[in-house]
Nanobody, 119 residues
Framework: QVQFVESGGGLVQPGGSLRLTCAAS????????MGWYRQAPGKQRELVAV??????KYEDSVKGRFTISRDNTKNTAYLQMSNLKPEDTAVYYC??????????????WGQGTQVTVSP
């Protein structure tokens, strides 16, 4: 009942920039939290950045380099990533916590988009 359109991943050199976009659709009544997690090979999935009620939270290693924003009218979030480092290489998953036709509060994940930072 929730679909995602994710875009913006790809290959970039160290120091470069990328902008991820995530648009959620379906029988969504309200999105409480929206953002991204990432998972690198052999590692656990970790929070990158989320926005909820105007408040933002960032993983320590991305503070000052990544900026998350959200357009509530479009159920869309954006992650501007600058000064990218090889350690940012991972699959980035869009995430929402939302009320839908099925549940008052559920966690939903996008299919993921690959970000690779390499010379």
């Amino acid at each position: 009942q929730v679909q995602f359109v994710e875009s913006g991943g790809g290959l970039v050199q160290p120091g470069g920039s990328l902008r991820l976009t995530c648009a959620a659709s379906g029988t969504i009544f309200s999105i409480y939290t929206m953002g991204w997690y990432r998972q690198a090979p052999g590692k656990q999935r970790e929070l990158v950045a989320v926005v909820s009620s105007g408040m933002t939270k960032y993983e320590d290693s991305v503070k000052g380099r990544f900026t998350i924003s959200r357009d509530n009218t479009k159920n869309t979030a954006y992650l501007q990533m600058s000064n990218l480092k090889p350690e940012d290489t991972a699959v980035y998953y869009c995430y929402i916590a939302a009320s839908t036709a099925v549940t008052r509060l559920g966690n939903y994940w996008g299919q993921g988009t690959q970000v690779t930072v390499s010379p």
